[in-house]
């Protein structure tokens, strides 16, 4: 008699993504990129938290219908008790829980609006009820699912690509279609305008830039001194204790252990696509969502690298079009101006980065016409992928400013 309880367990990528050949090479070329995605979502979804893990599904869910992944939207609805809260959500309606109402706010900013998020919106959240550990982990929620559907729509075109070789069947069950949103975030208008000053008086760029920045949290991170040694473990491979933004977003120390070591899965890798294109693909992410901190870090990386300098200020001098929330519009046109092989790296990791992914199979081929790699074209994905996470956290939760320069009394 077979003992069904001796059957592997399939992680959420495997469950997505079905008989991926695409992510048979992301998990045997880059294991620990898969493993670090399956931690963080055990860390979100099966952990202990102040909000129960359906209502968390819900929220994903959301998301996931924000950013047209109708892979996870359906993931998650199978996971959830209260259907018709979702779809309430969806609908627009308000709901009565004045902390769930303030969430599902800041959950539309992080999601829909990340660069229009501002410091009244922690006050809102804290108004509400919501202590800093629960606004960073539905900060940390919302984030991971933008890289969940990043990595998704991406494996997805390179098993649809002929020349990837995906077998018969490799598809995943079919998606859930996805639902009329209704929702209208209420950043929605705000200005996208950079303020000179920081909330606390230092002086803020207002333009991409390649030079060092600092960054200011919104809400209350814990002291070093205040650090548990899980805290600090979360964290270790990236910054020491004191990066005022490690320390904000150890608050979820297991999401934040994942997301520390997933990251330098991703950059680090030796194998895999030129480390300088893997910066610039984080750039192109970071320019899409209009995080200036961000483009500064691995714009700067990407030169170093590359020694392209006139290449990479081009891309980040281009101003995009965006509407009442943001969202920018033809994307692509970041790549103007530059040479074939970055043409097709800047235009395709701006279509990934898009609110709603649009990186295609025609995409993908583009990536192989360039000489790119099965493993180099994974690289490529989930190097944009992780900056949908990373650049919602740092818009959302904070600021950045110009180092040396002192806050106001």
Request: charge should be negative; hydrophobic fraction near 45%; proline fraction near 5%.
């Amino acid at each position: 008699m077979n003992d069904s309880s001796s059957a592997p367990v399939r992680s959420v990528l495997e469950s997505l993504l079905g008989d991926s050949a695409a992510l048979a090479v992301l998990t045997d070329r880059k294991p620990t990129v898969t493993e670090q995605t399956q931690a963080a979502y055990n860390a979100l979804f099966a952990a202990s938290h102040p909000l129960p893990p359906s209502l968390l599904h819900t929220i994903a869910a959301v998301v996931a219908a924000q950013q047209g992944s109708s892979a996870l939207l359906r993931w998650h609805l199978t996971q959830v008790d209260d259907r018709e809260l979702f779809d309430d959500l969806v609908s627009g309606a308000k709901p009565a829980d004045p902390l769930l109402a303030a969430l599902m706010e800041y959950v539309d900013t992080v999601s829909v609006s990340p660069a229009l998020a501002a410091v009244e919106d922690q006050r809102t959240l804290e108004s509400a009820g919501a202590d800093p550990d629960l606004v960073v982990l539905i900060g940390q929620l919302v984030a991971f699912e933008s890289y969940l559907v990043r990595l998704v729509a991406g494996l997805s075109a390179l098993d649809a690509s002929p020349a990837t070789g995906a077998p018969d069947g490799a598809a995943a069950e079919t998606p859930t279609a996805l639902p009329d949103l209704a929702r209208t975030p209420h950043s929605r208008g705000r200005t996208g305008d950079r303020s000179a000053l920081t909330t606390t008086g230092r002086s803020r760029p207002t333009a991409f830039t390649r030079e060092f920045l600092d960054w200011e949290p919104w809400l209350p991170a814990p002291a070093e001194d205040e650090l548990t040694a899980e805290q600090i473990e979360s964290f270790a491979s990236k910054a020491t204790t004191g990066s005022v933004y490690f320390r904000l977003i150890a608050r979820t120390p297991g999401v934040t252990l994942a997301r520390s070591t997933l990251d330098n899965a991703v950059f680090t890798s030796k194998e895999g696509l030129e480390k300088g294109e893997r910066e610039l693909a984080a750039a192109v992410s970071s320019k899409v969502n209009d995080c200036v901190y961000c483009a500064s870090v691995h714009a700067r990386k990407a030169v170093q690298r590359t020694r392209r300098d006139e290449d990479v200020d081009r891309m980040l001098a281009v101003e995009l079009d965006r509407d009442a929330d943001w969202v920018a519009s033809d994307v692509t046109a970041l790549a103007t101006g530059q040479d074939d092989r970055w043409t097709v790296l800047i235009e395709t990791a701006a279509r990934l980065a898009a609110l709603v992914p649009a990186f295609t199979v025609e995409d993908a081929e583009r990536l192989r016409g360039i000489g790119l790699t099965d493993l180099e074209m994974v690289d490529h994905i989930a190097s944009t992928a992780f900056f949908g996470w990373a650049n919602r956290l740092m818009l959302t939760l904070g600021e950045p400013y110009w180092p040396e320069t002192e806050e106001s009394s």
